[in-house]
Nanobody, 131 residues
Framework: QVQLVESGGGSVQSGGSLRLSCAMSGVTYSRSCMGWFRQAPGKEREGVASIYAGGRTYYDDSVKGRFTISQDNVKNLLYLQMNSLKPEDTAVYYC?????????????????????????WGQGTQVTVSS
């Protein structure tokens, strides 16, 4: 049984920081792609960042250099550190897991990407950035 629970959302001014957490249960880290997604009102859910095999990361261009995805396998937590937040980052953020990910090989490294068809999803946490 896989369960994902997000926390850490809130309101922050433009330029501020937040760290989101996702408590993970029943996830096989060595086989799974873990991802963060977001959905703003009137927009489709989009992939933000992903991590595979405890190391290789992927970021959407809109958050590169500002967001960092990481995981703590001892505590079974997935994190998304968000710095230099912008009003455009306002959305409900979800963590998700895919147990049979499509792997990409580039630059001599295997990695995964956050895709909207991931199997398991958390309930979401609201992030609001004001200007």
């Amino acid at each position: 049984q896989v369960q994902l629970v997000e926390s850490g959302g809130g309101s922050v001014q433009s330029g501020g920081s937040l760290r989101l957490s996702c408590a993970m249960s029943g996830v096989t880290y060595s086989r799974s792609c873990m991802g963060w997604f977001r959905q703003a009102p009137g927009k489709e859910r989009e992939g933000v960042a992903s991590i595979y095999a405890g190391g290789r990361t992927y970021y959407d261009d809109s958050v590169k250099g500002r967001f960092t995805i990481s995981q703590d396998n001892v505590k079974n937590l997935l994190y998304l550190q968000m710095n230099s937040l912008k009003p455009e980052d306002t959305a409900v953020y979800y963590c998700a897991a895919e147990s049979s990910p499509e792997l990409l090989y580039t630059g001599g490294t295997l990695y995964c990407r956050p895709k909207p068809d991931f199997t398991y999803w958390g309930q979401g946490t609201q992030v609001t950035v004001s200007s």
